[in-house]
C-alpha cells in the first residue's frame, strides 16, 4: 500500500514557470513531509522540508504548501530553471514509527529553456 | 555539513559472488543508518533500518541472509550482497540520521551494483 501518493509523474514547465507538485497522505501521524531532488546516478538531495504545525514554508524559489485537513501537501518551483530538472520526490514520516520514511512515487520535472 | 559517502559508486561482479558496499557519514556520527534499493525511474524502497552496535532491522520481503548490514560505527555502515544474481542488479543508496530524535536524513551518492 502507498503510504504516499505523488503526481504528476512527470511535468514539462517552461523556463521562468511555476512547477507544483502534489502529494497526499493517509496516515494522520506523519508529523514531518519533506521534498528530495535526485539527478540520475546521484543520492537524493533535501531540498526543504515542513511540520503540520504550519501552512507553508519558503525556501529561495522553492515553497511547500500544507494543508492538514486534507492530508496534502505540494511543492512550488518559481521561476523555474533548466538546473531544475531533475525527479522530486516527497515523503512522510512519523515519530511513532521510528521516523522512517515514506516516499512518494516521484516526478521527474522538466524545464524547457 | 552533512555529507554521506558511498563507496564504490558503482560495481559489477559476477553472478555468485558477493559484493560489499560501505556508507560513510563524513562530518557527524550516524546513529542510524538506512538502506534503499532504487529500480530505474522509481521511487526509493527502504530495505533495512540499521543502529549502531546491533543488528538490522529488514523490511518484510527483503532477505536478510542475502544482503547483510553492519553498523560496526558511528561513522560506517556495510551492506553485503551475498552471491550476487542479475536480479540484484539496482542502485543501492543509504541515508544517515544524526540521533534517534531527528527527522533529517542525509543520502549518500549511491552505488550502482551490476550482476552479470
Redesign the interface.
Known amino acids: 500500500q502507498q503510504q504516499v501518493k505523488q503526481s504528476p509523474q512527470s511535468l514539462i514547465v517552461q523556463k521562468g514557470g511555476i512547477s507544483i507538485i502534489n502529494c497526499a497522505y493517509e496516515n494522520t501521524a506523519f508529523d ?1 513531509f ?1 521534498w ?1 531532488q535526485q539527478f540520475p ?6 531540498l526543504i ?1 515542513i511540520r503540520p504545525d504550519v501552512s507553508e514554508k519558503k525556501e529561495g524559489r522553492f515553497t511547500i504548501s500544507f494543508n492538514k485537513s486534507a492530508k496534502q501537501f505540494s511543492l512550488h518551483i518559481m521561476d523555474s530553471q533548466p538546473g531544475d530538472s531533475a525527479t522530486y ?1 516527497c515523503a512522510a ?1 512519523s ?1 511513532l514509527t ?4 515514506y ?4 516526478t ?1 520535472l522538466t524545464v524547457i529553456p | 555539513g552533512a555529507v ?1 559517502s ?1 563507496h564504490p559508486s558503482w560495481v559489477i561482479c559476477k553472478s555468485g559472488t558477493s559484493v560489499k558496499i560501505e556508507c560513510r557519514s563524513l562530518d557527524f556520527q550516524a546513529t542510524t543508518m ?1 538502506w534503499y534499493r532504487q529500480f530505474p ?4 524502497m ?1 530495505m533495512a ?1 540499521s543502529n549502531e552496535g546491533s543488528k538490522a532491522t529488514y523490511e518484510q520481503g527483503v532477505e536478510k541472509d542475502k544482503f547483510l548490514i553492519n553498523h560496526a560505527s558511528l561513522t560506517l555502515s556495510t551492506l553485503t550482497v551475498t552471491s550476487a544474481h542479475p536480479e540484484d542488479s539496482s ?1 543501492y ?1 543509504c ?1 544517515a ?1 544524526v540521533s ?1 530524535g ?9 552505488t ?1 551494483l551490476t550482476v552479470t
Open positions: 514531518y519533506p528530495y546516478g546521484k543520492g537524493p538531495a533535501l522540508a520526490f514520516s515519530s521510528g521516523n522512517q520514511f516516499f512518494g512515487t516521484g521527474s | 554521506v558511498q538506512f525511474k522509481q521511487s526509493l527502504l533500518t542502485f543508496i541515508s540520521r534517534a531527528t527527522y533529517e536524513q542525509y543520502f549518500g551518492p549511491g550502482r
